[in-house]
T-cell receptor
Framework: GAVVSQHPSRVICKSGTSVKIECRSL??????MFWYRQFPKQSLMLMAT?????????EQGVEKDKFLINHASLTLSTLTVTSAHPEDSSFYIC????????????FGDGTRLSIL | SQQGEEDPQALSIQEGENATMNCSYK?????LQWYRQNSGRGLVHLIL?????REKHSGRLRVTLDTSKKSSSLLITASRAADTASYFC??????????FGTGTKLQVIP
């Protein structure tokens, strides 16, 4: 099946640090990638949708200057949390989907971000 | 906002029993998907059912879709301890994004 690799799996850093998370589709071309945030015991909250080579579309309430998304190729998208603060601590999950109708999303294993 | 609401929020059953989870949604959809999430991990796609389909099977999984009621159910037969996880429905209404439900936490007791 389709494999999506997300790195790092866990990050612990000081307040004010910028953190980059990578999401790679290993065996298929991901025309669309999604970034989610998940709070404990809650569902996934979509942060943004990105298509290769174009700007990401952010959901309402998500600061695009805070959460920088780059989708430079059909296999790689990155999320950078700039000047992270403790309230940014969360579980971030990416997913990727190929072209065509009725395509499922394939998820990475998530990144646990802890800001001290 | 969440498109899907799942019911029950939590379910605990004995190994070997069947588990049924329900999902209701609000708007018209192209397809509905079910995913599983083990604690602290990403989601695993289980099954996708298109809006013109009423029932779909995959191994021990059976999914139904009733578009008139805007609801879907996921049945796991002969449950195993390894089925313990959270299960989410997700609706695809087009516009490139999928909206996830609130999830059902399933515990299968050996």
């Amino acid at each position: 099946g389709a494999v999506v690799s997300q790195h790092p799996s866990r990050v612990i850093c000081k307040s004010g640090t910028s953190v980059k998370i990578e999401c790679r589709s290993l065996d298929f071309q991901a025309t669309t990638m999604f970034w989610y945030r998940q709070f404990p015991k809650q569902s996934l909250m979509l942060m943004a949708t990105s298509n290769e080579g174009s700007k990401a579309t952010y959901e309402q309430g998500v600061e695009k200057d805070k959460f920088l998304i780059n989708h430079a190729s059909l296999t790689l998208s990155t999320l950078t949390v700039t000047s992270a603060h403790p309230e940014d601590s969360s579980f971030y999950i990416c997913s990727a989907r190929g072209a065509g109708q009725d395509q499922p999303q394939h998820f990475g294993d998530g990144t646990r971000l802890s800001i001290l | 906002s969440q498109q899907g609401e799942e019911d029950p929020q939590a379910l605990s059953i004995q190994e070997g029993e069947n588990a049924t989870m329900n999902c209701s949604y609000k708007t018209s959809i192209n397809n509905l998907q079910w995913y599983r999430q083990n604690s602290g991990r990403g989601l695993v796609h289980l099954i996708l059912i298109r809006s013109n389909e009423r029932e779909k099977h995959s191994g021990r999984l059976r999914v139904t879709l009733d578009t008139s009621k805007k609801s879907s159910s996921l049945l796991i037969t002969a449950s195993r301890a390894a089925d313990t996880a959270s299960y989410f429905c997700a609706t695809d209404a087009g516009y490139q994004k999928v909206t996830f439900g609130t999830g059902t936490k399933l515990q299968v007791i050996p």
